[in-house]
């Protein structure tokens, strides 16, 4: 709800009812985040193309919920803060912003400059709860239907992209001059151990070994590799960077083989690409699970638009195709997030509908709701920004850590 004495900034993103979206704090699991060198504008602008498009989608899952139950609209934005560009519709302006932290759709509910009756039926505060729970969740289930057309679609023509996981962590590629380069440590090796502990398989792997190269800079450590189906033991001192952690120059990946598998027919795309769908929905939730219960360590896998996009741009200079599956990813991520009961989150939104259900139908009052939203706002703000900071300190601007 846009209400008076709102802030502009505060306006742009929510009020007491508006539904809002957000890519900010994207709980992301990041195994390839050590190390990016992304090359050429092309891939990154598909992978801007991509996050761009995830939260129109969720933006138009709010707005059509509105749109067919007459509710009026007045603002539809991808982005927050200074308008970059912008068109005025007969009844709703459409906009292009300039902080990438997610996008919102505006209602004006109790905007002073508002041409509708406060007792209008057809604002959204004035709705039945039943009508207002679909606008809010609306964006979750566009996101997580496209998600799945995307997987049914691929697993129909490229085909879908199927991992067998092996232990170790594998070595794409080393940048020169570096700490790892000086050891000898060579693109395509295999880390199998470190200092004499085996490495997992999967992306455990990648995490315990950036969590291990991290906490020992200026360290020796023996990187127990295999190259070219032989066994080696390399020798490596972490550099130290700015923020004082370890980083050795690679890019890391699980030890894993692709293949791609396309549907027989059509009943079993559809089959296919369910199962698909619950793997990467499940594996979103625990992802998000452990954060949230282990947040002292699991922090560095909380990723931003800039790690996001950094990712694009590596799947979609690697393998076009994958750049689907990761679109998949990123849509069910954003609607698995959005569910959280948090202020300024579709979840947060929701949670306050059903406690006026629970009341009997008593709102909050408009000051209470109002504070909680902003709160919820600005945090997010915050924390969207910090990772934007963080991850492109950590990609290093094409430099790899």
Known sequence: MLTPGVSELQRFIAGATAAVSTTGPVLFAMPNLLGFNIEGPESVLEALGVLAAIIAIHECGHFFAAYFQNIHVSKFAIGFGPILFKVQGKKVEYS?????????????????????????????????????????SAGVI???????????????TSGLLQQEIFPGAAVPEVLSPSAAAKSGLQSGDLILGVNGAVLPAGEEAVFDLVRIIKANANTPLSLYVSRKNQPLEIKVSPDKSIDGSGKIGVQLAPNARTVKVKAKNLADATVRAGREFRRLFLTVVDGL???????????????????????GAEVART?????????AIVNINLAVVNTLPLPALDGGYAFLILLEALRGGKKLPDKVEQGIMSSGIFLLLAIGIFLMVRDALNLGIGELL
Not at 319 to 324: F, M, N, T
């Open 96 to 136: 292009l912003r300039a902080i990438p932290l997610g996008g919102f759709v505006g209602f004006p509910d109790d905007d002073p400059q508002s041409e509708f009756a406060p007792d209008d039926p057809d604002l959204l505060k004035n709705r039945p709860i039943l009508d207002r729970l679909l606008v809010i």
């Open 142 to 156: 566009a996101n997580l239907t496209f998600a799945y057309f995307i997987l049914f679609g691929q697993v129909l």
């Open 289 to 311: 699970k452990q954060v949230i219960l282990n947040f002292s360590q699991t922090a560095d896998r909380i990723s931003g638009p800039v790690a996001i996009v950094a990712v």
């Open 319 to 327: 393998d076009v195709a994958g750049l689907s599956q990761f679109a």
